[in-house]
């Protein structure tokens, strides 16, 4: 069965650090993947989305991701975190050719930014 | 544009009471989604629909669960009798996969089963 797996459970940075979060799936075949944020008492967000192309893709607010196919890693990065990024970040993948609609979602990492 | 609606957004009630969640999802979307979302095990998706048929409802927990999509506009979950360990929220999101569109999430409703 295809999983997510986000390895960083909760992250704590100070203001102006680099974020990498990390997201890794074990589906080989074609995938979508997405990176969703959640603030708190909020719904979730769509933050970026790979479907095909460019494998290093720019979402809202200042973050990307890399789409390394050799590694089914889709890492979330940020150069420079503000206070304002505290939230609980969710990585899904969809497998594309299955024809299914449904995403697995990772089980979140929960980001706190201190400022 | 506007987005998942549901409602309501919280719902106390006590055990062994019908439950019913609404949602109505995104104009011109052709998919919808429910899920439930607790501290313990994150996020579930519970069923989902296609062009309001039920594709896949392999994550509704039991025979208390059910979800009807009448219509493309309007989708509801129900729980009878409810339990305390189905306080959680619980998320509608809808799509258009025709289009590549990725889902998108209402704002949830809140359930606590007293």
């Known amino acids: 069965a295809q999983s997510v797996s986000q390895h960083n459970h909760h992250v704590i940075l100070s203001e102006a650090a680099s974020l990498e979060l990390g997201c890794n799936y074990s589906?080989?075949?074609?995938?979508?993947l997405f990176w969703y944020v959640q603030y708190p008492g909020q719904h979730l967000q769509l933050l970026l989305k790979y479907f095909s192309g460019d494998p290093l893709v720019k979402g809202i607010k200042g973050f990307e991701a890399e789409f390394i196919k050799s590694k089914f890693s889709f890492n979330l990065r940020k150069p420079s975190v503000q206070w304002s990024d505290t939230a609980e970040y969710f990585c899904?993948?969809?497998?594309?050719?299955?024809?299914?609609?449904?995403?697995?979602f990772g089980t979140g990492t929960r980001l706190k930014v201190l400022a | 544009d506007a987005g998942v609606i549901q409602s309501p957004r919280h719902e106390v009630t006590e055990m062994g009471q019908e439950v019913t969640l609404r949602c109505k999802p995104i104009?011109?979307?052709?998919?919808l989604f429910w899920y439930r979302q607790t501290m313990m095990r994150g996020l579930e998706l519970l069923i989902y629909?296609?062009?309001?048929?039920?594709?896949?409802d392999s994550g509704m927990p039991e025979d208390r669960f059910s979800a009807k999509m009448p219509n493309a506009s309007f989708s509801t979950l129900k729980i009878q009798p409810s339990e305390p360990r189905d306080s959680a929220v619980y998320f509608c999101?809808?799509?258009?996969?025709?289009?590549?569109?990725?889902?998108?999430f209402g704002d949830g409703t809140r359930l606590s089963i007293l």
């Open positions: 899904a993948v969809n497998d594309s050719a299955s024809g299914t609609y449904k995403y697995i």
């Open positions: 629909f296609n062009n309001n048929v039920p594709i896949d």
């Open positions: 104009s011109g979307h052709n998919s």
């Open positions: 999101a809808s799509s258009n996969w025709d289009r590549d569109q990725p889902q998108h």
């Open positions: 589906y080989g075949g074609t995938v979508n």
